[in-house]
Each structure stands twice: as structure tokens, then as C-alpha cells.
């Protein structure tokens, strides 16, 4: 399928519109349009591979950057992109950067301290999996910091992110949205499956009760962090493979817009053979 009218589809099922308030129960968790699980699976091993040429072209031009920043509530599904979009891509032209808890260090400096230094250089894809939203999601929910604190993140956000995209650096924000019934299921799988349990944690519970609290503060970090230059899609995520078709499509259509080119070679090459 033409990668733009495959485009078209996605972006209707989960782009946001900057400036307006998002509601997270204009989506259900469970979409797919009208796509089935039987064409998503060609169509997403199309774009991983289209994947493969468009981050090599990427390196070799090596003047622009992309980030990718994924969020979500536990087990929506943030590892499973990365392992299904990561396949197909050279891993010198990509690097996926984990943020857990700061560490001591970083809490002694502003929260934007630890994530400037691992955004994508030029020429590199760099994936987040979570990021700095979680100074306004976990943070705020658990009152980490006082209110004014974390209200002023936002704003700072938005400056940064801007910062970054005048800099040449394409930013892609992914709220990957799962329904409570499919996180209690996935959450179960984990302790039932011994080669799962390691991911599971008991404070995964207290986020659990807490769904209508994360939920308000996921409705407003996507309301007020989105921006034309840094865009979020809701991505709806109970269904894996309607998950992985949409954000390799976007990731796709956003690198096939780049359009990277090979930097020209030295003038006189073409005709020279080596004996
Ligand atoms: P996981 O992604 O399952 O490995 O868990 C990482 C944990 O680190 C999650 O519980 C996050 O909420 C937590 N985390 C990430 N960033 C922050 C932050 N800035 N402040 C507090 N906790 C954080
Ligand atoms: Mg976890």
C-alpha cells in the first residue's frame, strides 16, 4: 500500500490537535479502523524494513536528528515498539534511552539536565522510553514536588522542545493507550509467565489504583505539550499489532517527509578504478 494514503488512515486514528484540550475517552483503547489484524502484519514488515534504508540515509546525511519519545501507563506496550521498530534498523544509527527514577546525582540538577544529554546527535534516531513527561505524570500524581513546581514544567518543556526542533531535531510523542482490563490482564501474564515476572513490581499496583489520577495528568501534559513542532499521537494500544502498524507508519511517513540524502562524494570518483 502507498505509504501516504497508509499515512492518511493512521494519522485519522490518532493524531491530536495542537491547541485543542485532548479527551482520552474520544479514543477507545480497542481501535483499529478498519484495518485487521491479517493486512497490519505485511504492511508493518513493509515499513520496518523501509525502516532499515531510511535511518542508514539518515547517518550518511548527517545533519538532522529524530526523537522519539514514548509514554504510557505500565505494560501499554512502550518495550514492545521499541523491539518491533528497532528490528529493523542498523544499531549505529539508533539508540533507545530508558528513564527510571533519577538518581541522586540528577535530582541535584533541573529535571531537563538528565534528558538533554542523551537526545539523538545529527544523523541518529533516538528513542525514549519514558522521558521527561514523567516530571509532570509520576511526579505529580505522587506529589513528588510541590504544585508550583511541577506547573512550571510544562511550560519549560514546551521551550526545550522547541530549542530542540529549531536545532534540525524531529521530535514524535507516542501515548500508547491501554484500557484498565487489558493492563490487569497483561499485569497477570507477567506474574503467571516466569520469564516475565522480572518486570513486574508490586509499586506497579499503586499506579494501577491511582489510573484516574495518571489519567488526568496524561489528559493535561497532552493538552498543553502539544505543539506543531513537537506533536503527540494517541496511539490506541490493547491491540499489539494495531500498535506496531501505527507508529511504524508514522515513524515511516515522518522520515520519508525528511527525506535524507547521501552527502555528495568527493568530485572525480565516479570514473576512477582502482588497480
Ligand atoms: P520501568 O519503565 O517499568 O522500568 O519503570 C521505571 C520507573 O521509573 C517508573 O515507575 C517511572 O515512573 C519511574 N520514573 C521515571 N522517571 C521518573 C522521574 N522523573 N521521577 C520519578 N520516577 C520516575
Ligand atoms: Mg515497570
Given at each position: ?44 514488515a513493509?515499513n ?20 522519539i ?6 505494560t ?13 534498523i ?57 504544585q508550583p ?11 526545550f522542545?522547541?530549542?530542540l ?5 524531529k ?10 482490563k ?52 494517541v ?24 527525506d ?12 576512477l578504478?582502482?588497480?
Amino acid at each position: 500500500m502507498n505509504i501516504n494514503n497508509l499515512h492518511k488512515r493512521i494519522e485519522k486514528l490518532t493524531a491530536t490537535e495542537p491547541g485543542q484540550p485532548v479527551r482520552l475517552d474520544r479514543w477507545d483503547p480497542a481501535e483499529a479502523g478498519d484495518f485487521t489484524k491479517q493486512d497490519a502484519a505485511p504492511l508493518s514488515a513493509e515499513n520496518v524494513q523501509a525502516l532499515d534504508e531510511l535511518a542508514y540515509r539518515l547517518y550518511a546525511e548527517n545533519t538532522r536528528s529524530l526523537l522519539i519519545v514514548l509514554q504510557g501507563m505500565d505494560t501499554a506496550g512502550k518495550d514492545g515498539v521499541i523491539r518491533h521498530v528497532m528490528a529493523g534498523i542498523n544499531p549505529q544509527c539508533a539508540a533507545v534511552v530508558p528513564f527510571k527514577r533519577p538518581s541522586d546525582e540528577e535530582l541535584d540538577h533541573d529535571f531537563l539536565w538528565r534528558i538533554h544529554q542523551k537526545v539523538p546527535p545529527r544523523g541518529n534516531i533516538g528513542i525514549f522510553n519514558r522521558s521527561h513527561y514523567e516530571d509532570v505524570l509520576v511526579v505529580r500524581v505522587n506529589n513528588l514536588v510541590p504544585q508550583p513546581v511541577w506547573e512550571a514544567r510544562y511550560d519549560a518543556i514546551n521551550h526545550f522542545e522547541k530549542l530542540l526542533t529549531d536545532g534540525k531535531m524531529k521530535v514524535l510523542k507516542f501515548y500508547l493507550h491501554i484500557s484498565q482490563k487489558e493492563q490487569l490482564e497483561r499485569l497477570q501474564a507477567r506474574l503467571d509467565d516466569p520469564t516475565k515476572r522480572w518486570k513486574f513490581c508490586k509499586s506497579d499496583l499503586d499506579s494501577r489504583k491511582q489510573w484516574d489520577d495518571y489519567r488526568r495528568a496524561y489528559e493535561d501534559a497532552l493538552t498543553r505539550c502539544n505543539t506543531k513542532h513537537a506533536p503527540w499521537h494517541v496511539i490506541p494500544a490493547d491491540r499489539k499489532w494495531f500498535r506496531n502498524l501505527a507508529i511504524s507508519t508514522i515513524i515511516r511517513h515522518t522520515l520519508e517527509e525528511m527525506d535524507p540524502q547521501f552527502p555528495p562524494a568527493e568530485p572525480g570518483l565516479e570514473n576512477l578504478k582502482l588497480i
